[in-house]
């Protein structure tokens, strides 16, 4: 193929923006997004790490970082991407290997994941609240 | 042959970009398959830990089960991030920019599963 053929526009598919957003693509973006987010969050988990290695002083300001309103926001998001992704995976890993591809299949799990997800966040929360008040 | 999941008729004609694509997907579901336990694992013992004081937390990352359980975490988090990123990487850059981000992102994932590594070992051998 010829360098003026490869530059010719090429035919688009019409942009994403004028489709109405289903829970299909939604939770496929998300999957990639969550992902993505929490990438940062291993960043951090080995922050946290090595903090911890070099005593206690370097250990109480990744700690106090992470006890302030914006490190326990990001922590209560970080959380809920993480079962999302989690809950997405396990999605994806059944997909793999042939089953649950029927429409209603696919609705039922996704709404499930979406629950599920929900449902191990805020229990996450209420347990380590708990652990923390004890 | 059974190592790809080409069919014989497509590994005899070397259909395939770069013939690295079934390995890519295959690790990137076996380390997604080791993550559900580990990171399972990983929330309950911060959730255990919550509020819990320096000393306690390091005298339980230095048991042999959370030391060995937190080193394959690290192992399984960066390989599993090095891939998926890639992924996301290759989807969405198409200037040369986009060897130089996976270069950097292999390198970067490589350099901190190490450094989450050695911490921990530091942790578990120290005094």
Request: aromatic share 10%; with cysteine; net charge positive.
């Amino acid at each position: 193929m010829s360098n003026s053929t490869a530059r010719r526009p090429r035919p688009l598919s019409p942009n994403i923006q004028i489709y109405r957003p289903q829970l299909t693509s939604v939770l496929s973006i998300v999957h990639r997004i969550t992902g993505v987010l929490l990438s940062g969050f291993a960043v951090w988990l080995v922050v946290w790490l090595s903090a911890a290695a070099t005593g206690p002083r370097a250990y109480a300001i990744v700690r106090g970082v992470t006890a302030s309103w914006i490190g326990q926001t990001l922590l209560l998001a970080a959380t809920f991407a993480f079962f999302l992704h989690l809950c997405g995976g396990i999605r994806h890993l059944v997909w793999d290997t042939g089953r649950g591809f029927k429409l209603r299949s696919i609705y039922v799990s996704g709404w499930s994941m979406v629950a599920a997800s929900v449902v191990l966040t805020a229990a996450t929360w209420a347990a380590g609240l708990f652990v923390a008040a004890r | 042959m059974a190592s790809d999941m080409r069919s014989p008729l497509a590994h005899a004609m070397g259909l395939g970009s770069a013939k690295k694509g079934v390995g890519h997907w295959r690790a990137e579901r076996i380390s997604a398959l080791a993550l559900v336990p580990l990171t399972l694992w990983f929330v309950a013992s911060i959730i255990a830990h919550t509020g819990s004081d320096y000393a306690t937390f390091i005298a339980w990352l230095r048991t042999s089960i959370a030391t060995v359980a937190m080193i394959l975490l690290l192992i399984a988090l960066f390989h599993h991030t090095a891939l998926g990123l890639q992924v996301v990487i290759e989807d969405y850059v198409h200037s040369e920019v986009k060897f130089v981000a996976v270069i950097a992102v292999r390198l970067g994932c490589f350099a901190l599963g190490a450094a989450g590594i050695v911490a921990v070992l530091r942790i578990a051998f120290s005094g």
